[in-house]
């Protein structure tokens, strides 16, 4: 799956993308149920986007997304959508995270990975859970 081309008209792609992004003042509220529903929401905007998910590990203060992208997508399309909709809808389902400013902070990381790298960078975002 990681190392699926993305076959078009007139293109053939493999682009993948390593996004993190945390909470506002790193606060620790992606935890339990909004862990789940943060789980759900990122790969139905995902899919929504013609992504594919590869890993996603949901910390209580961060999160780590490793995903496929097609070439017509800018990492900064993606965030920005996938934080959007799960920061409304996070905040609509479960008041608590009312009392942030927002539910995420502005800025995010990302970083590309090739055919080479795709299963080292699974691997890494799959030990995050053991670290955290």
């Not at 992504?51 to 496929?68: G, K, N, R, W, Y």
């Not at 992208?69 to 008041?95: C, M, N, Y």
């Amino acid at each position: 799956m990681a190392q699926d081309y993305r076959h078009k008209t007139t293109s053939v792609s493999l682009i993948h993308y390593h996004l993190l992004w945390c909470p506002k003042r790193r606060r620790r509220v992606l935890v339990n149920a909004v862990r789940a529903r943060l789980d759900t929401l990122i790969r139905e905007v995902a899919g929504e986007l013609a992504c594919t998910v590869i890993a996603l590990e949901i910390m209580p203060d961060h999160l780590h997304l490793f995903l496929s992208a097609p070439p017509t997508l800018a990492p900064h399309q993606i965030v920005r959508r996938i934080k959007g909709r799960s920061s409304r809808v996070l905040r609509q389902e479960f008041p608590h995270l009312l009392r942030l400013p927002s539910l995420w902070t502005r800025s995010y990381f990302c970083s590309t990975a090739g055919n080479v790298s795709s299963q080292t960078m699974q691997r890494y975002i799959a030990e995050q859970r053991t670290r955290g």
